[in-house]
C-alpha cells in the first residue's frame, strides 16, 4: 500500500514545508510507528525553528541526512544532533522540548521526524532523553544499513525501545537491487528519503509502501543513488486518541494534557533555549476524540 506524502504547514515551524505520510486517513500506523514527517533538504536557516511544545505517551526520533539541529528539553538535556546519530526523547508522562536548526551558509537541512507510541505499561514512566552515537552499520552488495532502533541484518541498536521495533537507514548504490531480510510477525513501511526507488512498484518521492506482516524478505530497489527508512514492528495492539502532540487513550486525558499545558502545568517542566516562547495548544475540536 503506497501512501503519497501531503504537505503540511504547521503552526510549530516557521518557512518550509514538512511532508507527512504518517498517520493518514487509511493508515495509522506502522507497528508502533505512528508519526512520519519528512522536512528539507532546504538551505533555508528558519527551516527549524521549534519553540517549546509538549508531548505525552510517545517517543520522538530525530534522524538527520543532512544540517545539524540542537535539541533542548525539561530534564535538563541540551544536545546538538548530526548525521548518523539518533536523539530519541521518551516523554513517558509527559516533557517540553525545542529543536533548533544550526547551520553554516551553505548547509542543507534534512531531516526526518518519527513518533513511537509508547505502550500501556511504558506511557506514565518519568520522561527521558538519549542521543545515540554508536549506531552499528552493516554494508550489503549495494547499500549500507544503519540500524537506529531494533536488529536487522544481524545487528542491533542499542537505543531503548517499549515495543518490539525495527528503524533502520538504508543507503543503496543507484542500479542496485537490495534484499533485506526481515520477521515475518512484523509490518512494515519502507520510506523513500532521497532518489528514486521501487519496492514492487516505485515510491512517490517521499512516500511510503507499507507492507503487512507475513514476509521474510523486503526487495528496494534504487534507480539513482538513494536513501531509505525501514520501519517496522509488530502490529499496535492497543486503540490511541492521538491530538496534536499528545497521544492518550481517551478524550479526556488530551484534554487534561491541553489545559496542563497551555496552564503551563510543572507537568511539562520548564527550560530555557535560544527560540524563547512556548507554543500554545489549539483549541481542540468540537467532536469527542475516539480511539482508534
Ligand atoms: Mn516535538
Known sequence: MII?????????????????????????MVGAWCFVDMLGPTEQHDAMVVAAHPHTGLQTATWLISGEVE????????????????????AGNGIAHSELAVMGPR???HAVQL?????????????HFENYTDLPSVELPGAVVRVFV???????????????????EIRITAGASVQIPVREDFEHGVVAVSGR?????????????????GVSHITVTAETDAIVLLLGGEPFPEKIVMWWNFIGRNHAEIVEARQQWND??????????????????PEMPSVVLAPR
Request: zero cysteines; a positive charge; aromatic letters at 6%.
Open 150 to 168: 531494533g536488529e536487522l541484518v544481524g545487528v542491533r541498536s542499542s537505543a531503548l525501545a517499549y515495543s518490539p521495533l525495527v528503524g533502520a
Open 264 to 281: 503551563r502545568s510543572e507537568r511539562f517542566g520548564q527550560f530555557e533555549d535560544r527560540i524563547g516562547g512556548w507554543i500554545p495548544a
Open 115 to 127: 513518533w513511537i507510541a509508547l505502550p500501556d505499561a511504558a506511557r506514565h514512566q518519568p520522561p
Open 4 to 28: 503519497e506524502p501531503r504537505a503540511v504547514k504547521l503552526t510549530t515551524r516557521t518557512g518550509v514545508d514538512v511532508y507527512r505520510t504518517l498517520p493518514h486517513r487509511d493508515r495509522k
Open 71 to 90: 535539541h533542548r528539553d525539561s530534564e535538563g538535556s541540551v544536545q546538538r544532533l548530526v548525521p548518523g546519530d539518533l536523539n530519541l526523547m521518551t
Open 107 to 109: 548547509d542543507a537541512l
Open 197 to 213: 526507488i521501487s519496492t514492487t512498484e516505485p515510491l512517490p518521492k517521499r512516500g511510503i509502501d507499507v507492507i503487512a506482516a
